[in-house]
């Protein structure tokens, strides 16, 4: 009925496919005689737009339901409430990101509901949200379409995906296609996510129908999601070792980047730590040469990039980055409930 997108695909900068894929979509629904709309711009720092569909959709006795990120469904409730609206009753899916206990009060305090999915281009959906959840982001795994095992202590730590990925935690998601008629065949692939199995009895339809297996708390290890974008890790480290050194001094080590799942008001927030040593440097200037060497090109970096500005997803932070283990990037998982 509607599409709403953060980023105008007609911005200078991106490539034209965007503009173009948006237009042929459109003409191509029309010809077929199942007319889709035409995109409605709706930034994430201003998604009024949205809200005020649903409390129009709920005033006329439909139920309006948004299929978005967990984070930006979290947006639409707040600029509800602030603009008076009233939508409750509303249902978003959320998906790309995690759904966290503070994401989901958010949400349900405005009357709304959440369901958590979980899903990649290379494998379609893998799991969905279970209607009595034993945790924030409890699905149901789709065990049809895959199979799903985990390494186990045995073999945390061994590179994943035959000996060429990145170390695997213990949690790891290990995937396998079941379907015939599946996009890519897949044989223990590490997506970059870990979870949580379980097998319980929880009474939901999902259950009923065969879906016994749930996962909840799945957690990204090797990407950077924040705004509804992610991010591969070996993309970023690149500009923290060599692109913000070289441009401000100081060394790899003075630069790391923290990903806080629930900032301020359960809004995502990437904080770039810069060492104070380096003296004073204008934070927009570090943040503009960030955006400009993560976002290269005209294509999916640059689409990030200009959702991340747009949402004020980055923060520069002149404090010392932490020594841990996990290195450069670190993911924290702090649920602000
Ligand atoms: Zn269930």
Redesign the pocket.
């Known amino acids: 009925m509607r599409w709403f997108t953060p980023v105008d695909p007609a911005l200078p900068g991106l490539n034209a496919r965007y503009r173009l894929g948006a237009r042929a979509m459109r003409l191509g629904s029309l010809l077929s005689g199942v007319p889709l709309p035409a995109a409605t711009l709706a930034p994430l720092a201003a998604p009024l737009p949205i809200a005020r569909w649903l409390a129009d959709e709920l005033k006329n006795d439909r139920i309006p339901h948004v299929w978005t990120f967990a984070s930006s469904a979290v947006l639409i409730c707040q600029a509800a409430t602030e603009a008076g609206l009233d939508i409750r009753g509303a249902r978003f899916t959320g998906g790309g990101e995690p759904t966290t206990a503070a994401r989901r009060a958010v949400v349900e305090g405005v009357g709304a509901v959440l369901l958590p999915r979980m899903g990649a281009t290379e494998t379609d959906i893998l799991a969905y949200a ?3 959840p034993e945790a924030p982001d409890d699905r ?1 795994f789709f065990d049809d379409r895959h199979a799903l095992i985990q390494p186990g202590p045995g073999f945390a730590g061994t590179p994943g995906n035959h000996g060429v990925g990145p170390a695997l935690p213990a949690k790891a998601m290990l995937l396998s296609s079941l379907l015939p008629s599946a996009p890519i065949l897949l044989l223990n692939v590490c997506m970059g996510d870990q979870a949580e199995i379980t097998r319980r009895n ?3 339809a ?2 009923q129908d065969g879906w016994g297996v ?1 996962i909840h708390t799945v957690r990204s290890f090797e990407k950077l999601t924040a705004g509804g974008i992610t991010l591969l890790d070996i993309d970023v480290i690149r500009v923290l070792e060599e692109v913000l050194p070289a441009r401000f001094g100081g060394s790899p080590t003075d630069y790391q980047l923290l990903e806080t799942l629930d900032g301020a008001r359960a809004r995502p927030e990437i904080r770039l730590l810069v060492n104070p040593a380096l003296g004073d440097i204008d934070p927009a200037v570090i943040s503009d040469v960030f955006f400009n060497a993560i976002g290269g090109g005209t294509g999916g970096e640059r689409l990030m990039e200009l959702q991340w500005r747009s949402g004020g997803v980055l923060r520069i932070v002149r404090e010392l980055p932490r020594k841990t283990a996990s290195g450069k990037i670190l993911h924290l998982f702090l649920d602000r409930t």
């Open positions: 279970c209607v009595h149901h929880c009474g939901c999902l259950e749930h």
